[in-house]
């Protein structure tokens, strides 16, 4: 039987999304979802990386693909693999940084962290410079602006994950998108 | 800065301002070089984070995580037993697969081979339940009288078929068969994943599609 040849392109899987990776991981593969880890890691840990300014970004990486794994079982297949990985890294993060004390002072860091921001890229490699830049800013204008600029998640949505009013949303991810502006000068 | 609109310079670029505040800033625009410069500046700050690109770590993570699955380190979902994986599972796979090529051309073929040039719409007269409904249980007497009455309505038709048709239907149902009674295996020793009850659902209701268009295919005919 020749069906290979005339499958439709509603039958098709998309090629961004190795599905039979991902079912092999959810009933337990440890190799399959090895795999999965690979494929997404650069993501994922660029996501971590950018939300946590780089502070335990390896540590918590590697707890987003523990909670990947455990969590596996409840991915019903009807969205995105990627966008369900992605929502759950943030929640990873968030909860992080819900324990962390330490950090909700840094939330309320005054306008002297414009002070502390470097000029124009010294170096070639823009992304780089750019990604620097990035670090140095507070922790909530951070977090808003990587969610909303680089993630392109919505101010509600943003706004519901990280406990605060959409419109403290748009103010920090304006103050951060004032002060990386100083940046690319 | 005293200039009341350039704190809403990121809502002009993202489009959340009211109609009316919108045309306020823009004709504020028209006679603020600053607020002009700025607009540009954000507009570069914003294509630039769109622009950047993943980096993977510098050391790989692997041999911190692949123990933790194993010992189950962290045991907030402590429902997943350890368990071996057998073939079964990997087949359930591409059968899930194949099934998804095989139910696509055996339409195609329905619907451009044998005697038929279009399939007419589903007959409205068969007893089967709407389609829509989302099937997780491993038994379901809707379907299985909705599966039985159109399995009969084919068998009855079937002589009105070219046999080149009713070869490559049999070969999808025993397919999509095949598919169900491993979806249920697998599900035997783990009822509560998702994703195979999802398989499930999907060739259940791709068996019932099938019949479907079959049985219509047949019924005007007879």
Known sequence: ?185 | MTDIWIDRLSEYLDEELTPVDRAALEAHLASCRECTATLEELRAVVARAGALTPRPPADDLWPGIEPRLQRGTVAAFPQRPPRRLSFTVPQLVAAGLALMVMSGGGVWVLQHGGRATTLPPVAASTAAPEPGVVLTSLSDPRYDEAIADLEQALEAGRAQLDPGTVKILEANLSAIDKAIDESRQALASDPANVYLNNHLADARQRKLALLRRATALVGPRG
Do not use: C
């Not at chain 1, 922790?139 to 101010?155: M, P, Q, S, T």
């Open chain 1, 1 to 185: 039987m020749e069906a290979v040849a005339l499958r439709s392109p509603a039958d098709t899987v998309p090629a961004a999304e190795p599905l039979t990776d991902v079912a092999r991981a959810a009933a337990g593969d440890v190799r399959a979802f090895e795999e999965v880890y690979r494929t997404h890691l650069p993501r994922v840990h660029s996501l971590v990386r950018r939300m946590t300014a780089g502070r335990d970004a390896d540590e918590l990486t590697q707890d987003v693909f523990v909670r990947v794994w455990q969590k596996l079982g409840t991915f019903r297949g009807d969205s995105s693999f990627t966008t369900w990985l992605h929502r759950l890294t943030v929640n990873v993060v968030i909860e992080r940084f819900r324990s962390d004390q330490a950090r909700r002072a840094r939330m309320h860091d005054g306008e002297d962290i414009f002070e502390m921001l470097p000029g124009p890229p010294q170096t070639r490699d823009l992304g780089m410079d750019f990604e620097s830049a990035l670090e140095k800013l507070p922790d909530g204008a951070r977090e808003i602006f990587v969610l909303h600029d680089v993630e392109g998640y919505k101010h509600h949505e943003i706004a519901t994950m990280l406990e605060i009013s959409a419109g403290t949303s748009k103010a920090q991810l304006h103050r951060a998108r004032m002060m990386l502006r100083k940046h690319l000068k």
